[in-house]
């Protein structure tokens, strides 16, 4: 009796401790489980509610495509844009919000007929942007000149908010800068729309006429998102200017002008897409204000998350320690589908209750439950490596049975380099021959490549069709993993022209590869389908960026295409060549890329150096935008080396500025946009 009353008293304790765990995860918002969490928001949208319906009296002006095909180079002059506020205040459109501003003066004739058209309009607001500190504070601000600012009858700010996944459920109604209160350009349609100026902020709500917009402690608004891109009105910025859109449908609408052209790459994640123009959110804001359509998650959802945890924890508890498996289980699962309609249900009513906690505290209640069944009841210890085997690659097995949490995403953060490969011509090449020479050849490449990987410490990730994804420096850290890398693709190299040579001979049309190799910080773990199948692998920008330098090694026409972060920690070994500063598409911040020319001990180093060293001479002259002086060295150099299609590319651009000249503080950068 005393033992069954022990036994029963432990029972409890796991229970409310198991609960308790989660309880105090969600109280400390673990980056991870917030992660989780953010993305089940983004489900709901997507998945679950889907689109819906746009206010018929928000549209948006675009600057698009075919504005630019027909207007010419982005951006445009003022004069189109005096032109524009002309025409929709002749409609009869009740604002006009523009997501630009215009920081320079352009000419005097042209930036007065623009202010001149915005005073007589009367509802014309401008956009401002801050510069944010990573607590969101403003500390400074890109605005447009007061001629043309104190003409418009206001400004809203255009700062967007994504979470660090880079999806933007967020947004920031006010700004504070100085001793003012900026509202969002977004907050100034509605305002206008509701016919209210004043505004009224309080620690959980901004009071705008009659509708109070949730607010979290930090100020910021849950963006309840109508759909994907296009589901407000659009009309082409051009086809407004040159006045080929009819009068009543511009009449009393809110229309917001920005660009969509993903040229200019104002595009944002949004649950719905990927590539959603920046107006279109601001549009959608502004879309929730006026209607009072608001997605709410306060202190009282989160108490109700709180007992959604306790109650659904403490019920999955009693499941398993009491009923059998199969049982338990069908139970446990309509248990947890009802919940996940409740939190639906809820959040087409506006609020949002936490998906992944209480599920969590149900997982780790079933867990903790049947852990104690398995230690009490089944004495069944030895088996916790064959389950996990079950569903775990071996190469990590021995990992994952001594630390079980690391079959998750986000196991570690490691320093790597990463290796992508692709075959030249080989997409051609497969279109000509039979599938089963195909793969013979190709399993012939990939079983080589393989082979010399491994044998320098290198990881064969995956293979992508006739590319090969490869690192150093995960699982096991490896100090020198950029240099193992680099040593490797030299390597490499010997056994492609061996292979290139007995294809020859074989009658079979040989290939040659290119390399992207990226140096960074990666997250390093196991992903992939629980139960069905897991792979070691790594993520994260650092190996995004490899994917890049792959693709843009196409376009140099070099085999070897390296990023900063490897040259410099190679740099001393091996031999590179300084090609250029550029910005690859879905990164901001420009890098410096290198072709690897040879190793260090090359018998040619001294020609292959001075070859750089002209080269070098004629790129640092390009980046003074001195044209002249460059595109002479750069023909000298071509003469030299008829073959280098880098030269050709820079001869071609310094042609082209010396005619059109970059225009600002241009740093040289070279912004590519394919992948």
Not at 610 to 632: N, P, T
Request: with cysteine.
């Amino acid at each position: 009796m005393e033992k069954r009353l022990h036994k029963k008293i432990v029972f409890s304790l796991l229970a409310l401790v198991s609960v308790f765990a989660v309880i105090v995860l969600c109280y400390m918002q673990t980056p991870l489980l917030e992660g989780f969490e953010a993305k089940t928001y983004d489900l709901r949208f997507k998945a679950m509610r889907g689109a819906v319906a746009a206010r018929p009296d928000i549209a948006l002006i675009a600057i698009d495509g075919k504005s630019i095909a027909e207007l010419g180079r982005f951006p445009f002059s003022r004069k189109y844009y005096a032109s524009l506020v002309d025409q929709v205040t002749a409609a009869g459109a009740k604002a006009l919000l523009m997501d630009a501003f215009f920081p320079e003066p352009e000419s005097a004739e042209v930036d007065q007929a623009f202010a001149a058209a915005m005073a007589r309009a009367g509802n014309v607001y401008l956009a401002v942007a801050f510069d944010l500190n990573r607590d969101c504070v403003a500390v400074g601000v890109t605005e447009s000149i007061k001629q043309l600012s104190g003409a418009a009858k206001g400004s809203g700010h255009i700062n967007f908010l994504p979470d660090e996944d880079g999806i933007n459920r967020h947004t920031m109604p006010l700004i504070a800068y100085g001793d003012k209160i900026y509202p969002s350009l977004a907050l100034r349609g509605a305002m206008e729309a509701l016919g209210v100026e004043e505004i009224e902020q309080s620690t959980f709500n901004i009071k705008v006429g009659e509708v109070r917009i949730p607010t979290a402690v930090n100020g910021t608004m849950m963006i309840n998102h109508i759909g994907p891109p296009g589901s407000y009105q659009t009309f082409s910025f051009v086809d407004v200017v040159k006045g080929r859109i009819a009068a009543d449908l511009l009449k009393d609408k809110l229309l917001f002008m920005g660009a969509t052209a993903l040229g200019i790459y104002d595009m944002r994640v949004t649950p719905f897409d990927g590539n959603t123009p920046g107006v279109e959110i601001n549009a959608t804001i502004a879309d929730n204000i006026i209607s009072g359509n608001f997605i709410r998650r306060s202190g009282v959802e989160a108490i109700i998350d709180i007992l959604f945890i306790f109650i659904l924890g403490m019920a999955s508890f009693l499941v398993i320690a009491k009923l059998r498996p199969f049982p338990a289980f069908f139970l446990l699962l309509l248990l947890a589908g009802g919940y996940i309609a409740f939190t639906y249900y809820m959040f087409v009513a506006g609020y949002w209750f936490s998906m992944v906690y209480p599920l969590a505290g149900m997982m780790v209640a079933s867990a903790v439950s049947a852990g104690f069944r398995f230690v009490t009841m089944d004495r069944r210890a030895k088996e916790i490596r064959s389950i996990f085997s079950s569903y775990v690659s071996g190469k990590v097995v021995d990992q994952l049975v001594n630390d079980p949490e690391g079959a998750g995403i986000g196991v570690s953060t490691k320093e790597v380099t990463v290796l992508f490969s692709d075959l030249k011509g080989f997409t051609s090449y497969s279109e000509q021959v039979e599938p089963y020479k195909l793969v013979s050849t190709l399993n012939e490449y990939l079983a080589e490549m393989t082979r010399v990987i491994m044998s320098h410490g290198g990881t064969v990730d995956k293979f992508l069709g006739d590319g090969i994804m490869a690192y150093w420096g995960a699982p096991l850290a490896q100090e020198n993993h950029a240099e193992l890398a680099i040593g490797c693709t030299f390597v490499m190299q010997e056994r492609m022209a061996a292979l290139q040579k007995k294809w020859r001979k074989d009658g079979t049309q040989p290939f040659s590869f290119r390399l992207g190799i990226n140096s960074g910080e990666v997250i390093a773990g196991t992903i992939g389908a629980k139960g069905k199948k897991m792979e070691y692998t790594i993520i994260g920008d650092s190996v995004n960026l490899g994917a890049r330098l792959e693709g843009t090694a196409k376009f140099y026409g070099v085999d070897i295409l390296v990023s900063e972060s490897t040259y410099q920690a190679t740099k001393e070994k091996f031999i590179y060549r300084n090609l250029d500063y550029i910005r690859v598409v879905g990164k901001r911040v420009p890098i410096q890329i290198y072709e690897l020319v040879a190793a260090g001990d090359d018998p040619d180093r001294e020609t292959l150096i001075a070859g750089i060293s002209q080269f070098e001479e004629a790129l640092a002259f390009y980046r003074q935008k001195l044209w002249g002086q460059a595109l002479a060295v750069f023909e000298k150099y071509s003469k030299e080396y008829p073959d280098d299609r880098v030269a050709e590319l820079f001869v071609n651009r310094c042609v082209s500025f010396e005619k059109d000249p970059p225009v600002g503080a241009w740093n040289g950068v070279y912004d590519r946009q394919e992948k």
